[in-house]
């Protein structure tokens, strides 16, 4: 089975342009979570979904950023305009059933994003 | 608040050597518990879990067993391998309030 599929793999952008990062769960998953991985900060979770709902935002650091699901095989995180403090590695993860707190995540290799 | 506080890094072992990775956890409760390792280049994958006091997860030789006395998972492997250098991360997951909290990760290298 395909895993957790993210696009694209590297993106390299100037400073106020629109980034937008891809994700296709695991058939059959009904959550989805975008993630942020710095040297700084660590990994945090920045929202979550549920059969295709947004469960918590609050880990969302600006308005700038935004994410959707329109459906259960496809999650964007957008972030607009971009600047340079959002470079990271942006994981996306899905999981089957148990909420937030029991179940095993499958991430994706994730998205590099540097913004210059 | 609720938190999860893991060994700072780097480690640097010997192949075969023992390995023990500190985590220690603070909550309301009994949070689940889980050790996930990232490879280079690759997202993080579960590498064992418990889910309430006195549980011990195992895979791949590493386990851990949750500790309530000692609010403690720990990550111990008898025998290390130059394939286990990864960074590992203890996270712990809060019922009651519905969220995860992360570890900073443990950065692994094992010598041959």
């Known amino acids: 089975d395909a895993g957790v599929i993210q696009s694209p793999r590297h993106e390299v952008t100037e400073m106020g342009q629109e980034v937008t990062l891809r994700c296709k769960p695991i058939?059959?998953?009904?959550?989805l979570f975008w993630y942020r991985q710095t040297m700084m900060r660590g990994l945090e979770l920045l929202i979550y979904?549920?059969?295709?709902?947004?469960?918590?935002d609050s880990g969302m650091p600006e308005d700038r950023f935004s994410a959707k699901m329109p459906n259960a095989s496809f999650s964007t995180l957008k972030i607009q305009p971009s600047e340079p403090r959002d470079s990271a590695v942006y994981f996306c993860?899905?999981?089957?059933?148990?909420?937030?707190?029991?179940?095993?995540?499958?991430f994706g290799p994730g998205t590099r994003l540097t913004v210059l | 608040g609720d938190s999860v506080t893991q060994m700072e890094g780097p480690v640097t072992l010997s192949e075969e050597a023992f390995l023990t990775i500190n985590c220690t956890y603070t909550?309301?409760?009994?949070?689940?518990l889980f050790w996930y390792v990232q490879y280079p280049g690759e997202g993080l994958q579960l590498l064992l879990k418990?889910?309430?006091?006195?549980d011990k997860g195992s895979n791949k030789g590493f386990e851990a067993t949750y500790r309530k006395e000692t609010t403690s998972f720990h990550l111990e492997k008898g025998s290390v391998q130059v394939s286990d250098s990864a960074v590992y991360f203890c996270w712990g997951g809060i019922q009651g309030a519905q969220k995860l909290v992360f570890g900073q990760g443990t950065r692994l290298t094992i010598n041959p």
């Open positions: 909550a309301t409760g009994y949070p689940s």
């Open positions: 058939s059959g998953h009904d959550y």
């Open positions: 993860a899905s999981s089957l059933g148990g909420g937030l707190v029991y179940n095993e995540q499958f």
């Open positions: 418990a889910t309430k006091a006195d």
């Open positions: 979904f549920n059969n295709n709902v947004p469960i918590d």
